[in-house]
């Protein structure tokens, strides 16, 4: 089976990834990739070990060749586009914000702007490991956001296991490479800004991921407290590590509970006791790593979530709800068959 | 006035910078510096840009004809050239953690080792922000650790105020660039190993720096919570950043607290509302910045506290020490005059 | 004295490097600092290092209040301003590539555009240490730019002393940090794109600083072969570190040329033999350092040649020059008096 | 077909990017990994994605479980091991720098010690572009050094074609990555001694590189001048760019044979005019890129050669040469089928 698949935005960070694994993927053949700002030149011109392939603009590409689309724009432009692709029985992996969240007015209190295309909602949240079953044959899955899938990995099974202590805040202190922040150019993601540079930025009750990580621990029966969180720019560029530090209720099975959700999980890992999650684990690789750090005398546990915000948090998990929405192997294109 | 000083442990990255310090200091004249590897070199062999001073080994070095001695030397070496200094009337800045514990029984738990000089103890705490009454004129100050330096700025204020929530838990996420390591050979801190990465180390309740935070947070009243301590290992060479979530009682009275504190310091700044601390605000100058981030629903206040953890996490902080003890005004050799 | 000074362009990375010499600088005053994007701000939020001044825009700056200008601005918009100061009898270091080229047709050719002003040329060369008499109470001087003087300060003595090669080419492989290429924002520039890479540009007879490199050397009796020269962009935020692979007639002499003419310089060291300039010599520093490889059986000798792109390469150095044309010391507010 | 395979010296950084590769090559089976420090443990544990493989001393591997041996030890220790292996019948790619040249006095004059098993000499020297004859069914080869890789590959081509100006010097500066220094903990290659620096080292006729470097190029009838080679640590991990600087006889026809030389080639790639190899090109890859820069005016050819300096410098070299040795095709295991 071959799956005939379009990019939108293929030169920005995510767009190259995706692109890169798609044209390695067994079962997925790249029709179109599109560029507004490099239509007609090859996409290698936008990144030296990218395919030959020669960009389109978005209004050029060609939807009736495709059976799937995966769209790496901003927000508020990906929906429409989805919109038009859903109408011509294109299936539509959505990297943007535009439908992760259910709800309108949350996505226009979180973004300050009205939602590009309400009557889309719902879409299945595209987290396979946290709910495959909405996403099988799904025709149009909202892939999330990278800090969010680090923070949901963790907090998610607790959250139904109804192991987190009621009304106590849930910390998270989160890093980030500066490819999250995107490739378009801005003076504070310069190299002679960043190196050497730590900043924190959008900290407390304000990062936009919140809004879709509210929604999918309400889903998950979440009765915690209030979440903070506080977002950094490292100065390398790959790479999530995100430190929850989640009051339980009951320290033991809290990490039983997570061992047990991702036990059989290929692209999830919970490492032994003792170890700790590093970028070094999860760079270049389409997994998230979890670690395990009880404190006992504060019945709170450390989770260290790493993942890679371009892959785990972007381009490898869109490939995932790809594999699912099209009954293919979930791993198929990531991992070794 | 001049005084004379010597440099124990010079060719580190804490020594480095002090005798850089020192050098251009205008009250200090410095009459040695040792190394033990590389005694009868000069320091700029050690490093380019430092003083042309030929090196000794410590038991060559003319302790008569010195005022005042820094130990920049491992744990369990430092006490006892302090205690021989002191004994020839010779004044002490150590910048180990030796003579930082009152306690000699919560030395050796921390540290895994009997307490080289308990008759020294106890020791004034040299960070004077928080006291500077028991430095004035002192013949032996205890330098204390970066990160404590760090977590201690953002934290004592509020215990002196009662201001923090009685037995929450106290998370401080903290943030250190790669010379807070030291500049022995080890393979963890290769380039080939930091290059790209970010990872957490002795997290939980374990760093040893947090002995010398709970003293002085007992000292000052404390009454919250367990500490929660997770340092990181950041691709830097310099500075620390600690994210410090403090549950509090009120959160205006907290802030205007910490704004108070620090009011006329001339090294410790508070920045106005709406602006984060970052590295690039301290690092290679002599200065902790705070910055204060109120979380209404939760009340908790994130005080990022952020310093070079060489100088104002070591030898600035040395210096000021210094200053202290001869009765010089504080910032010499710090700040322009 | 105090010479009242202006600085145009404040908020790039020459400009904030400016400022900081000036303000510090003991004979300086600085009047005004202009920027035309952050116009009305202060400059402290440009950079959170720097002097807290109010920006104004050009237009509006009080030419009438000042001694000596500092124009940190892109070619073609740097002469015009320079004439209006000069016009009222202010003094201008110009750090634009603008004046350095006597020869506007030369100017035309290397930069593509129609020299702005070409009534003020030609406007001596600001490279202290080849030449300082032009400079001494000069109404205005050329600042070099940061590859210039590098490799000036390389080749200079061998050309006056005839000790290169007649017809050899003069190969020139130099790497520079990312800060040399401005502040302004550009997709290369971007930390995502640098980090990990390391790329060459305009390489063989192409970047725009050999126009003022072979008019300087051309003034020094230059009879060796083309200049061959490779720049390339480093994984670092500043410095300049240049080979220059010079084909001598006589090994001994070139290397005790080299020695002489820097002898006395307290800003250009020449190291010892056996010691290789690295760029840890010069960052943050306002001093050139060289080193001198000589290659027996080529006759080749390599001159590395480092420096910090932001000061010996531009600020630092455009203070030695305001230093000269006031009659000050020229090392003041650059080193300790 | 399976080829078993052994490799010594695991937990360094081109043992860990061999066995990565083994661990996924289609027709290779790693049978042992040894490791004299980390015997016993996993090699997972020196590297966070490496393959769960069990570590044994060297004196424990069972040699007669295997086919080919890979040898990623210091020199003086590969040899031996090297003699080992070829007594049982178990073919050899050495990749440490003992087998690469063929004369013992030259290895001691470069080494500075006796070679440590002459007997094994001559063995084929493993740089498949540039002689892939002697390597087919060999059952030694010798992988060539990473700084020897891209300088050969840049200029082989011209000396065969007899291109390279006679007596001309070669001039060659190159910058290469910290992992080349090796793993062994090391002052100079710690991260803070890196971070912000670029230092050249023995540089001039000195880097032990050059006599297999020479050795080669005397068996393509090179006659031009004497090589000055020019190496320099960059700060980053991975990546070499030499820029080699060749003064040819006719420069149309110096870019015309390299350009033919590796038309054919998977894993050489020589980029069009105008484009210029940067470590973006290669670093991760199994590619040696090359760009030339012509310069008409002085008759060089600037020849920018780009490869990873743990892969086409070493590991993936050596996977190229066993697929050589056991006649499989060249690129299985690192290019897709």
New interface residues.
């Given amino acids: 089976m071959t799956v005939r698949v379009g990019v939108y935005g293929a030169t920005g ?1 995510t767009g190259l990834e995706l692109v890169r694994l798609l044209d ?1 993927h067994p079962e997925a053949q790249i029709r179109f990739a599109t560029s507004e700002s490099a239509a007609g030149t090859s996409l290698r011109a936008s ?3 990218a395919p030959d392939l020669t960009l389109v603009s978005a209004a050029d590409a060609p939807l009736d060749e495709v059976d799937c689309v995966f769209l790496c724009l901003p927000h508020t432009q990906s929906a429409p586009i989805a919109a038009q692709a859903l109408a011509r029985d294109v299936r539509v992996v959505d990297l943007s914000a535009d439908l992760r969240i259910d709800d309108p007015d949350a996505y226009a209190r979180w973004y300050k702007v009205a939602h590009p295309a309400p009557d889309l909602l719902p879409v299945p949240y595209g987290l396979p490991e946290l709910g495959r079953l909405r996403l099988l044959g799904a025709l149009c899955v909202a892939n999330p956001g990278c800090y969010a899938t680090a923070i949901l990995l963790a907090v998610v099974p607790l959250a139904r296991a109804d192991l987190l202590a009621p009304a106590a ?1 849930l ?1 998270i ?1 989160a ?1 980030s ?3 999250g922040a995107g ?5 504070n ?13 959008n ?3 304000a990062h936009r991921h919140l809004g879709e990580v509210e929604q999918e621990l309400a889903r998950a029966g979440y009765d915690g ?2 979440l ?1 969180f ?1 977002p ?1 720019l ?6 999530i ?1 995100a ?1 929850v ?1 989640a ?1 339980v209720t009951d320290l033991d099975a809290a990490q039983s509970t997570l061992r047990s959700a991702y036990a059989d999980e290929p692209l999830v890992c919970v490492l032994p006791p003792g170890e ?6 999860v ?3 389409p997994r998230a ?1 979890l670690s395990l ?3 006992p ?2 019945n ?1 546990l ?1 989770v ?1 979530s790493a993942l890679d915000n371009l892959l785990k948090g972007a381009a490898s998990q869109a490939v995932q709800n790809f594999n699912l929405m099209f009954s293919l192997p979930e791993t198929a294109g990531l991992l ?1 068959a």
């Fill in positions: 960070y390695t990144s030296p070990l805040p910390i202190d890093k490479g500066v490819t490739r378009a150019p801005k003076q993601i310069l190299f002679g800004e960043v190196h050497g540079n730590l900043s924190p930025y900290i407390g009750h407290g209030p903070i506080a950094h490292l100065p390398t560029d790959r790479g590590l430190a530090y009051q700790l999650a590093t970028l070094a684990h760079v270049r690789t790593v750090t009880p404190v005398d504060a709170v450390i260290m070794p």
